[in-house]
């Protein structure tokens, strides 16, 4: 370990382990601003790890040698045990096979097939929001993580899952989340969560979700093929011929469901709290969506014109990166610029950190989306931007995430006018995911005709 390396002692560690708890990125934050952007911090105390925002380490942690880094043993430990052997929880030559073998399913022509089953899957959603939108104020968060969920499911696994079982196994997610990162965070815990049970509860509710995932499997593999990706994953072969065992197909389903749902709802719910204060943004936006779609549904081919939707889309991101934070473990001695990182370190890239650097942004804390127009983004330093991750594991969905959440938007910012409820305490909750902590309720009512006079604050 480089000697000038900054610490946290593990007494001061364990002492931040509550306020860890309660928002890792307060705590990660207060010592970024006190240390410089490298410092090694005790997690509960007892796991010692590397966190970084600087772009150098980051750059060689995540691609230079990405080869040299695997996801962290808690990390792959906590997620194998609840998700299964997938994309996410493999390393190496299998992980390059998967990661092959799935990419087909967001290639640009499987992209164009799932458009229209999102779109049908939004509409069905709409109905029941735009029922609970007329009563009164609503949550945003848990109505947008249904939608997206039904649409993810349903690019999944076409329209005869049934709706009930889709809330199961979304709950079952959430609830599953949440318990992997108190078992991350405080470490200490785990054995109180072996003998009282917490642990063996939600392995039960785990397998419960996987069977009726697993049923469902079995049931597709009798019938005629469908368009969706869970007829890809069947599909697939490896190079022996092949196909991927039921089990495995349960596995990447699972994995490809927890991915691909709570980073569009969660982008989505920090985009409409940024532009209710920003009509000048909103009625730009909405301009955009009639220029382009002339009334018509969204497609994946739509996606490259959104020029403006697009900066929208990525200060949010930057603001409110879903992933906050990503780690890796060291396989053998490295070096990355002067930080020495010796063999089984745990790097962790600060990826809130890095998008709130004032190093790297000019009023990180302000929501600008003209740092994204194309003359802008060409002054960014490489590795500061990290929505999706970055080298060769990145975000394999980051395309249908796009898609989503444009496609998402398209409807309601031209069928509603919605409005903040005065009054209450919009704060981020770092989980696996980087979610509202109270929820973000919002007025909506029937979108009028409007003058579009006003608009300096996002012109380019």
Known sequence: MSPTLPVVSRSRSFSDSRAMARNPVQVLTKYTELLGDTFRFYFGGVKEAIVTTNPVVIQHVLKTN??????????????GHFLGKGLLTTHGEAWRTQRRLIQKGFDRKQLDVLSSIMQDSLADSLRDFDREARIGPVDIYPHLMK???GMVGRSLFGARLKEEDID??????????????????????????AVSGELRR??????????????YIRRRRQEAP???????????????GEGMSDELVLSESMQLLVAGHETSSNALSWLLYLLSSRPDCLERIRQEFDSVLAGRPLSYSDVPKFEFATQIIQEALRLYPPFWMVDRMALADDRAGDLVIPRGSTVVVFVYGAHHSRQHWENPESFQPERFTKANEKLHRPFTYLPFGAGPRGCIGGNYAMLQVLMILSVLL?????????????EARPMVILRPEHGIRMTFTEAIPRDAGRMSGCLP
Do not use: C
Request: net charge negative.
């Open 168 to 193: 199961l196994i979304s709950l079952t997610i959430s609830t599953v989340q949440e318990f992997m990162v108190r078992q991350t965070i405080q470490p200490y815990l785990n054995p109180w969560f």
């Open 66 to 79: 990405a080869e040299n880094y695997h996801k962290s043993e808690i990390q792959v430990k906590r997620m």
């Open 226 to 240: 469908g368009h969706d990706l869970l007829q890809i994953l069947m599909d697939a072969r490896y190079s022996d």
């Open 414 to 426: 031209r069928k509603y006018d919605f409005r903040l409820v005065p009054g209450q305490t919009i």
């Open 147 to 149: 939608i997206t969920f």
């Open 202 to 215: 939600h392995e039960e509710m785990r397998t419960r979700a996987d069977g009726i995932l697993l049923d």
